[in-house]
């Protein structure tokens, strides 16, 4: 008769502050990954809306080549096609938060598109009536409003970015993944390993969802 083998973890113990270094690493490059591709993101919207049809159709294009390209793919061909193609010094952790980056800015560059459709037309023309600059009229009146209305979708694109982030293991990057695939290999224990990593990604992806959600309530618009 098969005896089910008896769980051990003494070593996930032992080894703790490894694996919550390497979710705080995560986190990191998850929040400038997120960071990046709104910045991304807002630059393709102004793209999109140009009256230009080639910066128009261009962006257009960008968006769907994002959103077509799996991120483990751009992550790969990063770190081992360009910077070699180029010879370019980029570190594993940088590679990684370029390709969070690039993989969601068409996703964020929809989110800003629907925030800023979803503002009344009026708005901008009692802000022209009152002879606000291009200006004040983006930053004072439509941005707060955007704001308020991307939080939830936003919040969604860091918690994917935090889950893609452990795909960095493949290059290296010391993170959850990477050393709880160390310590598989090491006690050739790949449950109590890989458990105690999803066990973390959960208690993280409910911590910011709560935090997001909380945000969104206090930022909701009356």
Not at 170 to 179: L, Q
Request: with cysteine.
């Amino acid at each position: 008769m098969n005896r089910t083998p008896e769980l051990d973890w003494s070593f996930v113990l032992d080894r703790w502050p490894l694996l919550a270094k390497g979710a705080l690493l995560d986190i990191y490059m998850a929040i400038f990954g997120t960071i990046a591709a709104c910045v991304l993101g807002l630059l393709i919207v102004g793209a999109r809306a140009s009256k230009s049809r080639i910066l128009s159709g261009a962006a257009y294009g960008y968006i769907q080549v994002t959103r077509g390209i799996p991120f483990y793919v751009l992550l790969l061909w990063l770190y081992f096609g360009v910077a070699t193609a180029l010879d370019l010094a980029l570190s594993a952790i940088t590679c990684t938060i370029i390709a969070l980056a690039l993989t969601d800015s068409g996703k964020t560059a929809e989110i800003f598109r629907g925030g800023f459709m979803s503002i009344d037309a009026g708005q901008l023309e009692a802000a022209d009536a009152i002879g606000l600059s291009r200006g004040r009229r983006y930053f004072d009146v439509l941005l707060p409003q955007v704001i308020r209305v991307v939080i939830p979708p936003l919040g969604n694109i860091f918690v994917g970015q935090l889950k893609g982030a452990t795909l960095a293991a493949a290059i290296a990057v010391p993170e959850m993944v990477f050393h709880a695939q160390e310590m598989s290999v090491t006690f050739y224990r790949p449950f109590e390993a890989f458990a105690s990593v999803a066990l973390i990604l959960i208690t993280l992806v409910f911590l910011f969802s709560l935090m997001f959600l909380t945000l969104e309530r206090k930022l909701r618009l009356p």
